[in-house]
């Protein structure tokens, strides 16, 4: 079985940063992508930022210049760097990864989320 461990969310003052970390473990083959979506209670999952493997980086207009998404892909890790934070980047930050498994599965994986607020 397949699980993404996500942490490093908080409570922040606006300007200041935070980092996400976010780990697969199981029966892994490989990971074809990995990243970052978030929810507040007003609006849908949308995508922050993501990368597939040997590809570029992708965000959000709202975020660009001012997050970074990260992978260390020896530890099945992707970090979100997020810098200059204000208080509309607050909601639950979910991790998302398309993994193949060992037996031969591909499917997609959703972390438990981990609440980032910042106040003004």
């Known amino acids: 079985q397949v699980q993404l461990v996500e942490s490093g969310g908080g409570l922040v003052q606006a300007g200041e940063s935070l980092r996400l970390s976010c780990t697969a473990s199981g029966s892994i083959f490989s990971i074809n992508s990995m990243g970052w979506f978030r929810q507040d209670p007003e609006n849908q999952r949308e995508l922050v930022a993501g990368?597939?493997?040997?590809?570029?980086?992708n965000y959000a207009d709202s975020v660009k210049g001012r997050f970074t998404i990260s992978r260390d892909n020896a530890k099945n890790t992707v970090y979100l760097q997020m810098n200059s934070l204000k208080p509309e980047d607050t909601a639950v930050y979910y991790c998302?990864?398309?993994?193949?498994?060992?037996?031969?599965?591909?499917?997609?994986?959703w972390g438990q989320g981990t609440q980032v607020t910042v106040s003004s």
């Open positions: 998302n990864a398309v993994i193949t498994t060992e037996q031969g599965l591909t499917y997609g994986i």
């Open positions: 990368m597939i493997s040997g590809g570029m980086p």
